[in-house]
């Protein structure tokens, strides 16, 4: 698939945008909680981690994994929020272990392996699967939101592998700064469909109605600095780094105190590590030759599904790679590669995605804002 066609089905994608419960369900609408973006490698508590339960044909149960150990399960509930499910009824765990059993009869849902396939050629978008067993079910808006269920619990172990993000105040100094003296921030965000907010809840328009990454950092800020935090989000979905070095003339009118670059996930059709590189280099030296002052965070996207063909998985390490290269005093690295990673060597993709391809769901837009949050806040 060439770079142009890439970009020609991603932005189609964007277009999908055009009881029993003993205690209350969750409110209707989204509510801030700096609970949920507490950084979940640092806390002793995942918030809301999903799973999509899929169903065995002969004993009619599921089971799944969660990404760390279960000391206690505090909640599991539907993804609107809207059902309370009861342990040993609806779910069993074993304290210590990592994985949740649902029981034939179960209210969570439990979908068959054949319910996320789709025949050859039957869907708008040619989502061919590895094994050649037709086509991966493409999620345009919470189809894959609705077939996962949101588990909250202590974790009995809260190790975790990869080097994560680092506040360090000499890396984004004027940006802190700012915020510490509770002066106005200005961000401007530039990046693909993940950074519109593409399949999280409040743009697909379905409780809990979570807002995406890029909303969720900004009245992070606000909220924990007590000051005027403004976003002006310039992102395309089906874009990549060329396009970025094109748009730098609209970044710059607004004077931001931080720009955030976000690209990689469509890049990675065709473009070589070297190149997408020099691209996010460009950028960045053309943003500052007008806009001397502006400093930067450099987003190392998620990886798409390994089982769709025409992913190139094999760059984005590469991509997070050039990235460090270009980081120093007013560049930031966001490395939400590795974080991808590691979270899928623990559960399937099918747990963690939002359209069955490429971006994520309400919990990875969370884990987005949790990886820029800990570079701006200590």
Request: net charge negative.
């Amino acid at each position: 698939m060439s770079l142009r066609s890439f970009s020609i089905v991603c932005t189609l994608f964007l277009a999908g945008l055009v009881a029993h419960a003993q205690q209350p369900p969750a409110p209707a609408a989204w509510q801030y909680s700096g609970d949920q973006l507490r950084p979940f490698w640092r806390s002793d508590v995942v918030e809301q981690e999903p799973v999509l339960f899929v169903r065995d044909p002969e004993s009619g149960g599921a089971r799944g994994s969660m990404l760390f150990p279960i000391h206690e399960i505090l909640a599991v509930r539907s993804s609107s929020g809207d059902i309370m499910y009861q342990q040993d009824v609806d779910y069993q765990f074993t304290p210590g272990s990592r994985q949740i059993v649902i029981p034939a009869g179960s209210r969570v849902v439990t979908t068959p392996a054949s319910g996320l396939r789709r025949p050859e050629n039957s869907q708008k978008h040619r989502l061919t699967h590895r094994d050649g067993n037709g086509e991966i079910l493409f999620g345009a808006k919470l189809e894959y939101h609705q077939m996962q269920t949101h588990v909250t619990y202590k974790k009995a172990d809260t190790s975790w592998p990869p080097s994560m993000p680092a506040f360090n105040p000499e890396s984004l100094p004027k940006t802190l700064e700012k915020l510490r003296r509770q002066e106005p921030l200005s961000i401007v965000l530039l990046g693909d469909s993940i950074s519109t907010g593409c399949n999280a809840s409040l743009w697909g328009g379905g409780a809990p109605f979570q807002p995406a990454y890029q909303d969720l950092l900004v009245e992070h800020l606000r909220r924990h600095y007590q000051t005027e935090v403004t976003l002006t989000n310039l992102s395309v979905g089906g874009k990549s780094t060329p396009w970025g070095i094109s748009m730098i003339d609209k970044v710059t009118p607004d004077d931001p105190d931080l720009v955030i670059l976000a690209f990689g996930m469509n890049d990675s059709a065709g473009r070589s590590p070297e190149e997408f590189g020099q691209n996010t280099a460009a950028m960045i030296r053309q943003t500052r030759d007008t806009c001397a002052q502006a400093e930067f965070i450099l987003i190392a996207p998620m990886t798409g599904n390994r089982d769709w063909v025409r992913l190139n998985h094999d760059v984005f390490p590469k991509y997070r790679d050039q990235l460090a290269s270009l980081c120093g005093p007013g560049i930031a690295l966001a490395d939400m590669t590795s974080v991808w990673i590691e979270m899928l060597k623990r559960k399937k993709d099918a747990d963690l995605t939002g359209n069955g391809v490429n971006h994520p769901n309400d919990f990875g837009h969370r884990v987005y804002a949790q990886v820029l949050s800990a570079l701006l806040i200590d």
